[in-house]
Every structure is written in structure tokens, then in C-alpha cells.
């Protein structure tokens, strides 16, 4: 186990609250070094496979809380897509509509000097999500300000928060979140059976991620993620 840090912790904030922080600083300077020198963030290339190798599926802590997760569903979590987002304080994003169960988490990558909320408890209640223009779901500020609202990054204040210096969010896909300041990037995993039922009924999840030409795809999909497969022939 990482030192000063418990799993058992991070699944009661993700059980209870939604969500649990990983402040990383190294994440947050490479983050941001990388959105200045415009590399790509995309598993499908070697600046964002690297970035995702190192701060995602190497972390021991998201490892551990990965599996600690998938432990208690009698499953494993596989990365199955990944994306950007870019800073909108007008709008509140959440990932799942509903479920009784977290099948759908995230792994969301913040750089230093950002701002961002996460909302309390949101996921394990009744609020209803419209789908908007980017095909994300959105949450009405009104359903949203009934929770707790946790800041991250910096406020309006430029008060330091958790994440100031970067690090990650491992959020379960039904809570929602405000983006104020700064990209981000987030890595979707699934939890394997619901996978594969998505696989034969949804388009989306048909395909699995594009890798660079430089990764052997068998070992990749040892490490947990859902390769598109016509790359290994």
C-alpha cells in the first residue's frame, strides 16, 4: 500500500461522497508542461499512452482503488475511452444517468493551477440529466445546489484547495462536477461484465482504444485497457 494513503478511505469517499482525490504534483507540472508544448493527451499516441501509463495505470493508488472497487463487484475495471474537457463554469457534467451499482468510474487528470467542484452525494441520488451539444450529460445548477459543492484547484478567491498543484479525481460516473478553470482530461473504466454487455448492444463500446504502434497490444490489454483488436493482427 501507498504510504499515507488507504484504500479503504478511497472506496468510503467513493461510496459515500461520489468521489476521492489524489493530489500529484508531478502529474500537475507534466500536465501542464504538455498543454504548452501542445503534445496530444490521446491513449493513440506515445505522449499520451506515456502519461497514462505513468499517472493512471502505474499509480499504485488508483491501482489499488481500481481493484479494490472491482473486488467488491466481482469484477475488474478495463479503460475503455478517454477524452478532454475544457474549462465552462456554466456547466455541470456527470457522466451516468443511473444505476444502483458504481459499473462507471473515472479517473479525471487536473494540471496545477486549476479550478474545478465536485458534488457531494449527487450520485447516489434521483437528479435528473439532460444530455447536451457534446454528448456529455448535464446537471441544472438548481438540482445541483441542493449538495455540498467541494472545491478543488483554486477558488474565485484564488484560496488553495486540494489539486492546486494537480493530481486526479477517481469519481464514480453517476456524480457530477463543474470545470471553472483549466482542461482537464479524464479516463474512463468499466466494469468488465458491463463491458461486455455494452459490447454486443452499444455502438460506442464496440470498438476499444486505438494504442500506439510502438506498444505491443497484448500487453497493454494485460495492463486493463480495451484495445481495439484489429491493431494486434
Not at 14 to 43: C, R, W
Not at 201 to 212: A, H, N
Request: charged letters at 25%; proline letters at 5%.
Amino acid at each position: 500500500m501507498t504510504s499515507g494513503f488507504s484504500v479503504d478511505e478511497a472506496k468510503k469517499d467513493i461510496y459515500q461522497i461520489g468521489f476521492h482525490v489524489i493530489e500529484n504534483p508531478a502529474l500537475g507540472s507534466a500536465f501542464e508542461q504538455m498543454t504548452k508544448d501542445e503534445v496530444a493527451f490521446d491513449i493513440s499516441s506515445d505522449t499520451g499512452f506515456e502519461f497514462c501509463f505513468k499517472f493512471v495505470l502505474s499509480e499504485p493508488r488508483v491501482k489499488e482503488t481500481l481493484d479494490a472497487l472491482g473486488d467488491d463487484l466481482g469484477s475488474r475495471f478495463i479503460l475503455g475511452y478517454c477524452g478532454g474537457i475544457p474549462a465552462d463554469p456554466n456547466r455541470i457534467y456527470s457522466f451516468r444517468a443511473g444505476g444502483d451499482k458504481p459499473h462507471l468510474l473515472l479517473v479525471h487528470a487536473w494540471p496545477r493551477n486549476s479550478s474545478s467542484v465536485y458534488y457531494c452525494g449527487l450520485h447516489s441520488e434521483e437528479v435528473p440529466k439532460y444530455t447536451s451539444d457534446n454528448n456529455l450529460l448535464r446537471v441544472l445548477g438548481p438540482d445541483a445546489n441542493s449538495f455540498t459543492g467541494k472545491e478543488l484547484g483554486y477558488d474565485g478567491n484564488d484560496k488553495r484547495h486540494p489539486l492546486a498543484d494537480g493530481g486526479l479525481v477517481i469519481w464514480d460516473a453517476r456524480a457530477a462536477f463543474r470545470s471553472l478553470r483549466k482542461w482537464s482530461y479524464f479516463y474512463v473504466f468499466v466494469e468488465e461484465e458491463q463491458l461486455k454487455e455494452w459490447k454486443e448492444t452499444r455502438e460506442f463500446w464496440k470498438k476499444g482504444l486505438s494504442i500506439p504502434a510502438s506498444q505491443d497490444p497484448d500487453y497493454v490489454a494485460r495492463l486493463g485497457v480495451y484495445v481495439q483488436r484489429d491493431q494486434a493482427s
